[in-house]
C-alpha cells in the first residue's frame, strides 16, 4: 500500500509531499525547475524530467517563486502528489536568482548522497538520456565541473553550435556561452556558489558562472546533449540585452580580478596562444603568448591538422594569430638582453601593416635598439633575415594559393611580399647572430609546403557541423582581448605567480642626461629591493648601455614609433596638452605598450600623462618625477612642473630632487602628502667612513643645508673609475634650459 508522508519545514511558505518509505531521501542528482507563470509549459519541463533513463536516483525540485496564477501551485502541488521523488516548494516573489538558490539550498540539505544539480527553466525540455550521459561525461573527466549544451531552439528555431574547447577568455570577454541549463557539480555549490539575488533584468547565469571561475572551477561543453530551449517572440533575455551596458558594467566592477589585463593574459596563454614559433625542431611547434613561461608544444603534423580544422569550423579550432620563425639560439640572444617581449610586441604590430617583418641582428657593444626600415616597391633585403614573422591571414592565403612564386621571391634578393626589416641592435655575441643550418627563409617556406601538400587540406567554406557559428573564430581571441583591455597590441608578458613588485621607467629618450641620471639611479635602488624593474623608452628607440645598469632592467622596451614628445590640442598654463581621447595620445597603443605593471614611474615624458588616469583605474600605481622649473625663451617659468599641476589628480606621488621644487609644488596647489623629495647623493658607493663625515658634517650647520661639494668632488676622484660621475645637486628651483629632459641636474 503506498502511504503519504508530509513533511513541514521551519521556513514559512515552504512544503513539499513526499511518497513513499519514510527513510532518507536520496538523490545523485536534483533537477531544479524553478517556474513563475508557466503553469502549462510546467508540465513538459517535468515530464522531460521524469522521463530520465539512469542508474542512480534523480529527485525533480519544483520551486514555485510566488506565482499568482493558482493554476502553478496546482501543477507542482498533483506532480509532488503523483510521484515520490518529485519536490514542490513554493516561496516569495524574489526573481529567478532568489528561486535557484531556494532549491539549491534544500537539495544540499535533503540529499546526503548528492553529486550535480541541474537547472532546467520550467519553459525548456531535456530529452530522455541527458542526465545519465552527462555524469558519465563529468565523472570520466577531472577538472570538468560544470557540463553546458549546444543551443538547439524551437518555436523561433535556430541551432548553434557551442563545441568547442573550454575557454575562460571567451566566456569573460566575449558573451555567457553557459546556457543556464547546464549540470553542475556539487562541489561548485559547496564553494559558495550562488546566484545573484540583486540580478533581476537578466545575466544572472553569466555571473553565477563568473563566481564560479573566480573559484577556480572549469566547465566543458558537451555536443551530445539533449537540451531544448523555447524561443519565444518576446522573453526575459531579449529585455536584458537592451540593458546590457549597465548590466555588464555591474558584472565587471563586480569582478574585477577577471577583467584585469593580467587574469586575461595568462588565459591567452593557456586556451588561444598568441603566437606559434617554428624553429626549435623541424617537427616541433612552439604555442605561447609569453615565450618565458611554460608553454603548450605540438607536432607538426597536429599543428598541420588543426590548422586545416580551423578552416572548416573556425569556432570550433585556432592556431595562433601571428607566427615566427625563429631559432631557439637567437630567441635566447633576444631574452638574454631583455629584448625578447618588445620584439614581439613590435613584430605583431608591424605584421598587421605589412605582409612579412624581417628580422635581424646588428652587432652594436655600446648600445640597445631597434630600427624600423619598410622597404620600398623594388627595393631589396639589406641582408638576409634570421627570423620572420607574418599574420595569420598571410599564412592561410598562402597556403590555399595553387602557385607558390609570390611567397618563394622571400629567398630573392627582391621579394615581391611587402616587408618591413625590424633592425635590432644590442652587444651580439658571433653565436648569437650565426644563422643555423636551415634557414629561417627555408623554415618558413617548409612550413606552408607541409600545409599545402597535407591530406587533411579540405575544399573552401565546408563546414563540418550542421549548426550554425555563433561563437568568434577562435584564432581571433587576442581581439577579444584587446576589447577587453582597451589596448592593441597587448604586451605579451606575464605576470609571475607571487612575484615581485613590477616597475616601469618611463623615459622620452634613454642617453645619460639629468633625469636618466636619477631615473637609472632609482632603478638599481628598486632592483635592490626585489623589485622586477623594466625600462620604457618613447623617444628615439636607443638606450646607451651603461654598465652600472646590464643587470638592472629585467627588459628594456622601444616603442619605436612617430610619438610626439611633446604639444597638443589643449593648453594649461600656457602649455600645450594631451587628454586620452586626442589621437596623438595614442592611447590603446601605449596602454598595450605599458601593460603588465604594478607601477609607473614618469621621467618628464609629456603626452604619456594623457593616458596615467586609465592606467590608475585598473590599479597601476602612477608616479610623477619632476626634475628642474625651465624657462622659456622670453624667460617665463615653464616645463614639466606645469604640467605636473594640471595632471596632479592622478598622480599617487610625485617625486623631487630638491626641496625647493618640492615646495614650490605644495606652494601651487600639490597636496604635501602626495609629495616626496629625494635628496642629491653621490652617483656611485660610499664607504661607512664617508658616510660618517658627511653626517657629521651636515649636523654641524645651523641651517641644515649640506655644504659638502668640495669634499664630494675630492672623493669622487679617488673612486674607482668604475663609480658614476657624481651628479651636479639642484642648487635652485630655476634653470636657465629650455630644455626638458636632458640637463645634468
Known sequence: MLHRKVIKTDEPNVRYAQFGSAGTPSATVAILIPVYKHSVLLTEAVDAALAQEAPFNIAVVIVDDGCPYPETAQVGQAYALAHENVYYLRKPNGGLSSARNYGIEFALRTFGDLEAIYFLDA?????????????????????????????????????????????????????????????????????????????????????????????????ANYPFFGFEYRQRAESMLRD?????????????DKHKKLFSTDTLLQWEHEEAPRYGAFGRGSNLVDLFTDPLIEHDKRELEEFVRTFWSSRAEPETFGVPPFWLWMFPVHRDALKGLGLLHNVLWLGERLSQAYHFVAIRFERDKDKLGVEIHPLEEGQGLAKRPLAWMTSLGIVQQCAEDTSDDWVRSLRGAHPAPKIVELVVRGPFSAEDIQRTALS??????????????SGYQNGPAKRWIWRSPYLPERSKYFQLLRHAVGAAPVMPRLAKADGPLRVGMLLPIATFGGVEKVAYAAARVLKRAGCEVHLYVFGQPVYNRIAENDEVFDSI?????????????NTF???????????????????????????????????????????????????????????SEMGRPA???YLTLAYEHIYDAVLTCSRDMA????????????????????????????????????????????????????????????????????????SSSTGASSDPT
Request: glycine letters at 8%; proline letters at 4%.
Open 573 to 631: 598654463s600656457g602649455h600645450d596638452i594631451l587628454m586620452g581621447h586626442d589621437e596623438n595620445a595614442r592611447a590603446e597603443q601605449v596602454l598595450g605598450f605599458l601593460s603588465g605593471l604594478d607601477v609607473v614611474i614618469n621621467n618628464q615624458l609629456a603626452p604619456a600623462n594623457a593616458i596615467f588616469g586609465e592606467l590608475r583605474r585598473r590599479g597601476v600605481k602612477v608616479v610623477n618625477y619632476v626634475h628642474v622649473l625651465d624657462n
Open 639 to 641: 616645463g614639466h612642473p
Open 240 to 252: 536584458s540585452n537592451r540593458t546590457r551596458e549597465s548590466i555588464l558594467g555591474y558584472i565587471k
Open 557 to 569: 622596451n622601444f616603442l619605436a614609433d612617430d610619438y610626439p614628445l611633446w604639444g597638443g590640442p
Open 123 to 219: 519553459d525548456n525540455r531535456i530529452t530522455s538520456t541527458a542526465i545519465h550521459v552527462l555524469m558519465d561525461y563529468m565523472r570520466r573527466n577531472d577538472g570538468v565541473d560544470w557540463i553546458y549544451p549546444n543551443i538547439d531552439k524551437f518555436g523561433i528555431e535556430w541551432n548553434g553550435n557551442y563545441t568547442a574547447q573550454y575557454s575562460r577568455l571567451l566566456h569573460v570577454t566575449f558573451d555567457n556561452i553557459c546556457e543556464a541549463g547546464s549540470l553542475v557539480s556539487r562541489s561548485i555549490l559547496d564553494a559558495g556558489v550562488r546566484f545573484d539575488e540583486s540580478m533581476k533584468s537578466g545575466f544572472e547565469d553569466w555571473e553565477f558562472w563568473l563566481q564560479a571561475i573566480s573559484h577556480g572551477f572549469k566547465g
Open 440 to 453: 629561417a627563409t627555408n623554415s618558413l617556406l617548409a612550413t606552408l609546403g607541409a600545409l599545402r601538400d
Open 663 to 734: 615646495e614650490w609644488l605644495h606652494g601651487m596647489g600639490v597636496p604635501m602628502a602626495k609629495l616626496l623629495h629625494i635628496p642629491n647623493a653621490p652617483g656611485y658607493p660610499m664607504e661607512t667612513e664617508e658616510v660618517r663625515v658627511l653626517s657629521a658634517t651636515r649636523m654641524q650647520e645651523r641651517d641644515g643645508r649640506l655644504r659638502a661639494i668640495s669634499w664630494a668632488a675630492s672623493t669622487v676622484r679617488k673612486a674607482s673609475s668604475a663609480f658614476l660621475p657624481l651628479p651636479a645637486p639642484c642648487s635652485g628651483v630655476v
